[in-house]
Nanobody, 125 residues
Framework: HVQLVESGGGLVQPGGSLRLSCAASGFTASRRCMGWFRQAPGKEREGVAV???????SYADSVNGRFTISKDSAKNTLYLQMNSLKPEDTAVYYCAAVLGQVRNDQYFDASTYRLWGQGTQVTVS
């Protein structure tokens, strides 16, 4: 069964840190382009960080230098380390995987991703 399951969200004070995890099953995460997206109330879903199948990472300007995306091949798990959190980072965070080919200009396009987790709430207050 192909699925993604996120964990690690919660309530944190401004300036604090959280690490989100996304456990993949039914496919090999290290061979796929995967990303983290977030959606705040009343806003569109936006791409936060992406890690390509070759390990190259990309970040939204709003989180660059504060967030780090990574994969653990042995655990088949995707991570998002979030530091120096701000109230505007409050959102539901989703991990997602591309199950086919992807171009560089599609990395932050949510429609490119065919497999999604259920989401985990992050609240910075």
């Amino acid at each position: 069964h192909v699925q993604l399951v996120e964990s690690g969200g919660g309530l944190v004070q401004p300036g604090g840190s959280l690490r989100l995890s996304c456990a993949a099953s039914g496919f090999t995460a290290s061979r796929r382009c995967m990303g983290w997206f977030r959606q705040a109330p009343g806003k569109e879903r936006e791409g936060v960080a992406v890690i390509a199948s070759d390990g190259i990472t990309s970040y939204a300007d709003s989180v660059n230098g504060r967030f780090t995306i990574s994969k653990d091949s042995a655990k088949n798990t995707l991570y998002l380390q979030m530091n120096s959190l701000k109230p505007e980072d409050t959102a539901v965070y989703y991990c997602a995987a591309v199950l086919g080919q992807v171009r560089n200009d599609q990395y932050f396009d949510a429609s490119t991703y065919r497999l999604w987790g259920q989401g985990t709430q992050v609240t910075v207050s």
